[in-house]
């Protein structure tokens, strides 16, 4: 079966940290840019950060600029989100998306091409409250 999984999610005090992983299950991520988006109720889904297929670009959202960090191991068929000083406002449900990288697009407009994602996990809950 084709898919992506997130895990690393649960209820954290503000402050604190977490780690989140998306792993690919039955194809390569070798091809792939990884986004993260998170949805909190009441609220659209919105990008949280991206990575590209080698891992030398990434972009942030600018809430989450220099507290979260985007990482991926195509060894281990995983990309990762390392989420410090987390705050309230943090918590949503986070949800990882592939999408084909392409060399002639620039990674900030690629992530953002939503219907063009080939696989999406179905999501992790972060939950920030003390």
């Known amino acids: 079966q084709l898919q992506l999984v997130e895990s690393g999610g649960g209820l954290v005090q503000p402050g604190g940290s977490l780690r989140l992983s998306c792993a690919a299950s039955g194809f390569t991520l070798d091809y792939y840019a990884i986004g993260w988006f998170r949805q909190a109720p009441g609220k659209e889904r919105e990008g949280v950060s991206c990575i590209s297929s080698s891992g030398g670009t990434t972009n942030y959202a600018d809430s989450v600029k220099g507290r979260f960090t985007i990482s991926r191991d195509n060894a281990k068929n995983t990309v990762y989100l390392q989420m410090n000083s987390l705050k309230p406002e943090d918590t949503a449900v986070y949800y990882c998306?592939?999408?084909?990288?392409?060399?002639?697009?620039?990674?900030?407009?690629?992530?953002?091409?939503?219907?063009?994602?080939?696989?999406w996990g179905q999501g992790t809950q972060v939950t920030v409250s003390s």
């Open positions: 998306g592939a999408i084909i990288d392409r060399a002639e697009t620039d990674l900030d407009r690629l992530c953002v091409l939503l219907e063009e994602y080939d696989y």
